[in-house]
């Protein structure tokens, strides 16, 4: 959709993608100059894919928030591509996507579409990997749903494999710190896994509303 990171679109109108459509963005950095951005006058209804292109992932910090989407947000992208930015401060970090003010991650509006630089498999936007993130990943278990849900793959569902995220980087905390007392190790967390994954396998295939 852009030549360049750092572009924006400016629409005095308002702004549809289907389920057909890819917005595709262009980040070189965090910084406001170094991404592009869409800037929405009136509403967005948001579906389709999100395609983030990383050109310099060594730019990231963990924390770091870049807004992309500046509208009143309805709806989500189904499809997310572009998640994953390797190793950032030691960690396997991701592009965690947030619709509106939906974490504790002091944004400053609720009318927007964020990318975070996120620990993998940290939902919550905690800057760590815990009991909390497994709670939001077993809730929407074997359904449709977002980042905040436990979607750490872009496919729009949360299953295996973004248990398999959340295992990989269990405990994982920035800035690092000790792990907490108590805090299951993970071969525990492999072991609670497949019981929450045999519990909640009956349970009907459901979108997030």
Excluded: C
Excluded at 68 to 90: K, M, P, Q, R
């Amino acid at each position: 959709m852009f030549d360049g990171a750092g572009a924006r679109l400016f629409l005095n109108d308002d702004f549809e993608q289907t389920s057909t459509g890819t917005l595709h963005i262009d980040i070189a950095g965090p910084s406001a100059s170094e991404y592009d951005r869409v800037v929405v006058d009136e509403d967005a209804t948001l579906a389709g894919t999100l395609d983030m292109n990383s050109q310099d992932t060594s730019a990231y910090d963990i924390g770091d928030r870049m807004k992309l989407v500046n509208a009143a947000v309805n709806g989500t992208f189904e499809t997310i591509a572009g998640l994953s930015v390797g190793v950032v401060d030691g960690l396997h970090a991701s592009l965690a996507v947030y619709y509106e003010d939906t974490v504790a991650v002091n944004f400053a509006d609720n009318t927007a579409v964020y990318a975070r630089v996120t620990i993998s498999g940290d939902s919550d936007g905690s800057n760590s990997v815990d009991v909390g993130d497994l709670g939001n990943l077993s809730t929407s278990w074997n359904s449709e749903g977002t980042w905040v849900n436990g979607d750490y793959t872009g496919d729009g569902f949360i299953d295996v494999a973004d248990m398999g995220v959340l295992a990989t980087n269990w405990n994982a905390t920035y800035p690092a710190a000790a792990a907490a007392a108590g805090v299951p190790e993970p071969g525990t967390l492999a072991l609670l896994a497949l019981g929450a994954a045999a519990g909640l396998a009956a349970r009907p295939r459901a979108a997030v509303s």
